[in-house]
């Protein structure tokens, strides 16, 4: 198991920037390849952000120069950067470590979960 705790969602305006936080305990945040997702009531979870053990980032299309994913080593902590926030990013927010060097930003290929946060974008 790779402890996983999220924390730093919040209320916010359209425009407004969070950044979110996830903790790792028990490894390396280096380790894995780490990704945040976001899940609205009755819809599938989507992958956000991820970052690979060296580094490389990927994003997907509804957050790409809005969202930056960085990770502190010498903490050991994941964070996700948000600015320019929408109303439709609206969800609770995951932190996600994989055991695959470089996989798609789906929920199957990985197996460590924190449990989430709440972020609320208001127009």
């Known amino acids: 198991q790779v402890p996983l705790v999220e924390s730093g969602g919040d209320s916010v305006q359209s425009g407004g920037s969070l950044r979110l936080a996830c903790t790792v305990s028990?490894?390396?945040?280096?380790?894995?390849?780490m990704g945040w997702f976001r899940q609205v009531p009755g819809k599938d979870r989507e992958g956000v952000a991820g970052?690979?053990?060296?580094?490389?980032?990927n994003y997907a299309d509804s957050v790409k120069g809005r969202f930056t994913i960085s990770r502190d080593i010498a903490k050991n902590t994941l964070s996700l950067q948000m600015n320019s926030l929408k109303p439709e990013d609206t969800a609770m927010y995951y932190c996600?470590?994989?055991?695959?060097?470089?996989?798609?930003?789906?929920?199957?290929?990985?197996?460590?979960w924190g449990q989430g946060t709440q972020v609320t974008v208001s127009a």
């Open positions: 028990g490894y390396s945040v280096s380790q894995y390849f």
């Open positions: 970052i690979t053990s060296d580094g490389t980032r």
């Open positions: 996600a470590a994989s055991s695959f060097k470089t996989p798609p930003l789906k929920t199957s290929f990985f197996g460590h």
